[in-house]
């Protein structure tokens, strides 16, 4: 038995086989499932100081990880003490929070729930119910917020049971038509029959603070800073919701809700309770989303609709995709990535050196260091400085409309990219169209041409950011969203840290 | 014979107006190895799904060890003892060799989810214990599954030992009936041979009563104390492997007219 197994679908590599056991009788004979592993592991392994960089990390233990991140997280309120880096790091850890729990319920339970943000809403009400002026009710936040916790759960079971089976399509129309309910819900809650539930489109407000140990933490400080400790509680939060997680999916629930994602029917018949385990990870997402609330209610000291609605949706979903849907460290790595990228989107010039910064090494990505490359970008230069001396000699308004702020790029782009002072109205809608209708027909050129029209393309897409998209802040966001998933469809369908997967062999 | 362990009381299936089975009775004893054999289309496979709660019969009950499993869901018929592999594998194929038996474990485990997030001393003894199962059963299979595969992904198996992590998947639920779907097919002579060897080793180290559903006539003979043939979802033949072989009506489902040749 020690020789060769002669399986029926290894007669293909039995010239390799032999060959690898020809090199000397104490060689271990290679079977078709050994080739197999060991190529996967050759493909995805690097060689270099970069694979031994890597094969290092590899070593390093999750927890190791965890808190050096948590450490350096902590750090961020003591390197800058502006109120404005404080409150987008606590509502960063805030979407860490949310990523993790709609990776149980997506990446998990392998269920496509877009009613997500509703439970996250029904939290944030529900802590403003039990401890706000409302209703006269201040019960403290070590009583109210285990009880959020499971009115979210039992909300999440609640929604995920009349669709008994759960399969795909049915669930995701029945949350995304419960989320919807919510938003209508809320926002007419002022009078439900005749009594004022929700506050309407005011919403609510004078929410209690967190109280912990009959102390309680203001929200901002003197000088109407926010105050960071909330943050530290979230991060604490997080931390504690991280290895609860890890340790579930460790557990023969997380192997079950795995096994169920690859093969529900194996699942069942194997003994796994497959609609059962499925609701509980979608009571488990509602649960961490309906946690989440809680803070976010305690901070601002008030509650509003508008705060749950598709916008964030998609963003978490986003998150979850980009960092690699299953795993927890990615999606963590997503929301940060995503979490900074749509603070640094809010800023003109930051969002511009991303801009550039985005082209420059996607440019460089697709053509490493080759002709080609000098070539695009030589041409590009050139290009656009001969179109900005051409429209700027037949009328200087045409090239005058530039606002951007100091800075390098800010510079270089008025030199460059034509930006007249008045925008016509087609301008916008055409230039646009017709960026994403030659970025299409670029995927169907090759060689020399696809160069060719590289260049033009790059131009446009400049002059469209700088004509259009920044003027617009808030889509531009989400196109750029959309991009990223496009790419990461494109490129990196697992996302950043997911498991390569094999569907079929 | 002894004591029944299964039993099919008048078991009829029908797909909208296709009756794929009909009217069947069938009874597998304890300790028993049972064949059944029929030509493609018989309604082999759709016996089982039946038998696992896959589908539910349109007509007639099932009786497992003396109660009634009709109208359970499959999980349910797998506690009470019921395993099963699938003629076209369906192995979770992105977790590891060991994770997939682990997995099936999952029936007779009690660890809940707040006790794992503690990890207390009980649901870590329970994991060892589900570990250590795992591994006795890939042992079984010898040489075939070894050690180092075992944390390899299983789709770096081969067809071969696909089928093979199958059958140590369904025995990690601790079934008493085991029902093995075509467990030779896309297997060369050599290992059809150690198979047919397996099943009967399934009975006596395993203790499992098995009923197999098998296209290889060396492998009915082999291990089969009885056989049945199907056609068209009704009972045509029961009996010793030669009385079936011999008989009449199997004759003609395979072949038409003419001998029945043995592969
Ligand atoms: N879910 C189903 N829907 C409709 N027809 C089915 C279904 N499952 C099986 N059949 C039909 O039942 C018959 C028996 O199939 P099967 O039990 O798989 O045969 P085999 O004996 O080869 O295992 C076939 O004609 C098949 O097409
Ligand atoms: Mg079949």
């Given amino acids: 038995m020690s020789g060769g197994y002669d399986d029926e679908l290894s007669r293909p590599l039995e010239g390799a086989l032999e060959a690898s056991t020809s090199e000397g009788p104490t060689s271990p004979a290679v079977g078709r499932d050994e080739w197999v592993a060991r190529h996967g592991d050759n493909r995805t392994r690097r060689g270099g100081l970069l694979g031994t960089v890597e094969a290092r990390l590899r070593v390093v233990p999750w927890w190791a990880w965890l808190a050096t991140f948590v450490a350096l997280f902590c750090l961020l309120p003591v390197a800058s003490d502006s109120g404005y880096v404080r409150r987008v790091a606590f509502d960063i850890a805030i979407y860490m929070l949310l990523a993790l ?100 489109a005011n919403g609510l407000l004078n929410a209690d603070p967190l109280s912990l140990f009959g102390h309680e933490l203001p929200p901002t400080l003197e000088g109407g800073l926010f105050n960071p400790a909330y943050m530290y509680v979230v991060l604490a939060v997080f931390v504690v919701v991280y290895v609860a997680l890890r340790f579930v999916n460790l557990s023969r629930t997380g192997r079950a809700w795995r096994s169920l994602r690859e093969d529900p029917l194996a699942a069942e018949v194997m003994g796994m309770p497959v609609n059962s385990l499925k609701l509980m990870s979608f009571a488990f997402g509602a649960a961490i989303a309906a946690l989440s609330g809680t803070f976010v209610t305690m901070l601002s000291a008030s509650v509003f609709p508008l705060s749950f609605s598709f916008p964030l949706l998609i963003i978490i979903y986003t998150m979850v995709i980009l960092g690699g849907s299953g795993s927890q460290p990615g999606v963590v790595l997503g929301a940060v990535l995503i979490g900074t990228l749509l603070e640094l989107l809010r800023d003109p010039g930051d969002s511009r050196v991303l801009f550039y910064a985005a082209i420059v090494l996607g440019v460089l990505g697709a053509f490493r260091f080759s002709v080609k490359l000098a070539v695009v970008v030589a041409g590009t230069f050139v290009f656009g400085f001969v179109a900005h001396s051409i429209a700027g000699a037949s009328d200087n308004a045409w090239v005058n409309g530039s606002g951007g702020e100091g800075g390098g790029v800010a510079d270089f782009a008025a030199n460059w990219v034509i930006v007249p002072v008045h925008v016509a109205a087609w301008v916008a809608p055409v230039s646009y169209v017709s960026l994403v209708a030659l970025a299409l027909v670029l995927t169907l050129l090759h060689g020399w041409a696809r160069i060719a029209l590289l260049i033009p393309v790059l131009y446009l897409a400049a002059f469209v950011w700088e004509n259009v998209m920044i003027a617009q802040p808030e889509p531009t966001r989400y196109i750029i969203l959309g991009v990223i998933l496009i790419a990461l469809m494109i490129f990196r369908p697992t996302g950043l840290l997911g498991e390569k997967r094999v569907e079929i062999i | 014979m002894a004591e029944k362990l299964l039993e099919l009381q008048g078991i009829s299936m029908a797909f909208g107006g296709l009756k794929c089975i009909q009217a069947l009775d069938l009874d597998v004893g304890e300790g028993e190895i049972v064949s059944v054999i029929g030509p493609n289309g018989a309604g082999k496979t759709t016996l089982f799904n039946l038998i696992t709660g896959v589908y539910q019969p349109t007509g007639g009950d099932i009786v497992f060890a003396g109660k009634s499993i009709t109208g359970l869901e499959p999980h349910q018929i797998t506690r009470r003892g019921i395993a099963r592999t699938f003629q076209t594998l369906r192995l979770f194929l992105n977790m590891s060799v060991r994770e997939n038996v682990m997995a099936a474990a999952y029936g007779h485990t009690k660890a809940g ?58 025995t990690a639920t601790n079934p008493r009936l085991l029902l093995l779907d075509e467990p ?57 492997f030669d009385e079936v072989a011999t008989s009449p009506q199997v004759v003609e489902a395979y072949l038409g007219t003419g001998g029945m040749a043995k592969k």
């Fill in chain 2, 113 to 170: 989810v707040f006790r794992s997030m503690l990890r207390t001393p009980g649901m870590r003894r329970e994991e060892q214990e589900i570990r250590e199962l795992a591994e006795k059963r890939l042992a079984f299979f010898g040489d075939r599954l070894m050690g180092y595969r075992w944390d390899q992904p299983a789709y770096s198996l081969s067809y071969a030992n696909r089928r093979r992590l199958e059958i140590a998947r369904a």
């Fill in chain 1, 101 to 200: 729990g709609l990776n149980v319920v997506v990446g998990w339970g392998g269920l496509l729930d877009l009613g997500y943000i509703a439970f996250f809403g029904i939290g944030a009400y529900a802590y403003a119910f039990l401890s706000s002026d409302h209703y006269g009710i201040h019960l403290p936040s070590f009583v109210s917020i285990p009880l959020v916790v499971v009115i979210g759960a039992t909300t999440g079971f609640l929604v995920g049971l009349p669709s008994r089976r759960l399969t795909g399509d049915y669930l995701a129309i029945v949350t995304l038509f419960f989320l919807l309910l919510f938003l209508t819900v809320t926002t007419n809650g002022d009078d439900l029959f005749g009594h004022n539930v929700t506050g309407g």
């Fill in chain 2, 184 to 240: 030779a097919a896309g297997m060369n002579p050599k290992e059809t041979q150690e198979i047919t060897d397996l099943i009967s080793l399934l009975r006596t180290e395993g203790g499992y009563t098995i009923l197999v559903i098998e296209h290889d006539m060396h492998v009915v003979e082999g291990i089969s104390d009885r056989v049945i043939a199907l056609n068209h979802g009704i009972k045509i033949a029961e009996g010793s």
